[in-house]
């Protein structure tokens, strides 16, 4: 049970929805109270470690451990850069909430977290409930506006459904047209990028779904 319940959770917190949600923060979010012994404890489980294996893993003693998350001590800084390079995250993990996961999200047009990136707009269609790897996202393309040229390469597939305008894809040297009602689907290790080539803006369901939860990679649609 332990087991899928890891399953189920940690996905959230892969590298590339970490970084997602760093970009997209969901409205109306609001300040709380942080309480450090309990988000390690947190980011601990997350990764399927016992107390006794990440302080061997981080070199602390395990009383030492155990009295931090159970807030009987404070950390200091150089605890905490150690905790931090064992658990893979940084040290400022420490200091965020962790939203709770909902089983049903509901989002009105125009209220949903969004970035931009150099040719258009990404919004999250997810709302922060992951699709195990999978982020649904709506992706905006301005008019005339060309890709980088540098192609993209990471794991996992990606589907892409056109909504609205016509999109110019490219998958290794392949060029693929997408018009309304559209779609493809591919392996996102072959090299790709996408641009919209027209005088109007484009728009499509973006599917990015990462085989490697620790696949930075992925970041570049982002940048």
């Known amino acids: 049970m332990a087991n899928k319940e890891r399953l189920r959770v940690y996905p959230q ?29 947190e980011l601990r489980q997350m990764r399927g470690l016992s107390q006794r294996a990440l302080a061997e893993m981080s070199g602390l003693n395990f009383n030492t451990l155990s009295l931090i998350e159970n807030q009987k001590t404070s950390p200091n800084v150089s605890t905490l850069q150690q905790l931090a390079e064992s658990l893979d995250v940084p040290i400022t993990a420490f200091f965020e909430s962790i939203k709770a996961s909902q089983p049903v999200v509901y989002q009105e047009s ?11 707009v990404f919004e999250d269609l997810g709302g922060g409930l992951a699709l ?14 060309e890709s980088d040229p540098h192609l993209i390469a990471h794991t996992g597939q990606e589907f892409v459904y056109c909504l609205a305008g016509k999109m110019a894809f490219w998958v290794e040297s392949e060029e693929y047209i997408l018009n309304p009602g559209d779609s493809l689907i591919f392996e ?3 090299p790709h990028r996408c641009e919209n080539r027209e005088d109007k803006v484009a728009r499509a369901i973006l599917v990015i779904c990462p085989a490697d939860q620790d ?4 970041a570049q649609h982002l940048t």
């Open 132 to 145: 195990g790897e999978a982020t649904p996202l709506l992706m905006t393309l301005h008019p005339n506006l």
């Open 13 to 41: 917190y892969s590298q590339w929805r970490q970084r997602l949600s760093q970009l997209m923060p969901p409205d109306g979010a609001q300040a709380v109270e942080i309480n450090v012994g309990q988000r390690l404890q």
């Open 188 to 190: 996102a290790q072959l």
């Open 215 to 218: 696949d930075r990679s992925v």
């Open 110 to 120: 125009g209220r949903r977290p969004q970035t931009t990136f150099p040719q258009g």
